[in-house]
């Protein structure tokens, strides 16, 4: 099953909505992250969320951050996404040991924690982006984000994402979706929306089974006659490279540059999205402070 997200609205106009499925994505974080099940989980269900809310943009150049930091042994956890739902992330503490509700469900909210913040951070090219922040409800993420859409933007939303992880800890699993209201919508689509989230049941187990990202939306609206929008492919995706490294290194300063070659005669810099490592020896480093 590939990875996309699928769009859809629904023919009486009441909802819009959208899904992903994600398994590659998330097993592409795990394995550069080293990441522990429950780290895959916590980090899984946010980078869906990001890419999610990135597929919703439409400035092209765009981009959507979700920062969370709940206070729980995982740390901050972070994803970024571009305008086409293309994401990349990390967790603070990404080998925190097993934490379960109960047997085989892990406790995701544990981990995060619920004595932190929810942050969302839209880039839509303006001088400033927009950052909206909210404490946290559950740390489960799904929840959380559906909170933030009720609370910072007033917008009904029900939001579910789930990442199921294998004995040997490979992501067998992910996916999710967002629904939300749109303005004119009658109370009686809350109750629809809610019975078909009990129907429908955690997402990963429904994925599991056999469904893809527009087979959640049409059994979890199956009361609604729904017109897809739009699906395309997404993926686990950092930009980085030297040349954006060496800008980070002018970006220094003359002062604090000359001193790391002084000290150090050289410079080791890692992505935190994707752990590439970028090295940089004296004469490099030299070059880049007479250009400067």
């Given amino acids: 099953m590939r990875d996309e997200i699928v769009r859809a609205i629904s023919a009486d106009g009441q909802i819009k909505a959208a899904a992903i499925s994600g398994r590659n994505l998330v097993e592409r974080a795990r394995n550069i ?10 980090l899984g269900r946010t980078l869906m969320g990001a890419s999610i809310l990135g597929d919703m943009l439409k400035e092209q150049q765009g981009s959507v ?3 969370i930091k709940g206070g729980g042994p995982l740390g901050t956890v972070l994803a970024v996404s571009d305008c086409q739902g293309n994401v990349r992330g990390y ?3 990404p080998h925190v040991e097993l934490m379960e509700k ?3 469900k892990l406790d995701v909210g544990a981990a995060v924690g619920t004595s932190g913040n ?4 839209k880039d839509i090219g303006l ?3 927009y950052v909206g922040s909210i404490g946290l409800f559950s740390g489960e993420i799904a929840d959380d984000l559906a909170m933030y859409f009720v609370e910072s933007e007033q917008i009904p939303t029900a939001c579910a994402l789930g ?3 294998g004995l040997d800890q490979s992501v067998t699993a992910a996916g999710g979706y967002l629904i939300q209201l749109l303005p004119g919508a009658a109370e009686e689509a809350i109750s629809r929306i809610e019975a078909g989230v009990h129907r429908l049941g955690p997402v990963s ?3 599991e089974a056999g469904l893809d990202a527009q087979g959640l939306l049409q059994s979890v609206l199956s009361d609604f006659r729904l017109e897809i929008l739009e699906s395309h492919p997404v993926e686990y995706r950092c930009g980085c490279s030297r040349e954006r490294v060496t800008r980070a290194l002018i970006s220094m300063g003359r002062e604090e540059l000359s001193g790391l070659i002084r000290e150090q005669g050289r410079a080791e810099l890692t992505c935190q999205f994707c752990d590439a490592l970028y090295v940089f020896e004296r004469e490099e480093l030299e070059q880049i402070l007479k250009e400067m």
């Avoid at 992250?33 to 916590?42: E, N, Y």
């Avoid at 929810?118 to 951070?121: A, E, F, G, K, P």
């Fill in 102 to 104: 109960e047997r085989g």
């Fill in 91 to 93: 967790v603070g503490n």
């Fill in 118 to 121: 929810l942050t969302v951070i």
């Fill in 127 to 129: 001088k400033k982006p």
């Fill in 163 to 165: 990442v199921l992880v």
């Fill in 205 to 207: 187990r429904a994925l």
């Fill in 65 to 67: 951050t979700l920062q």
């Fill in 33 to 42: 992250h080293t990441l522990f099940p429950v780290a895959t989980a916590a």
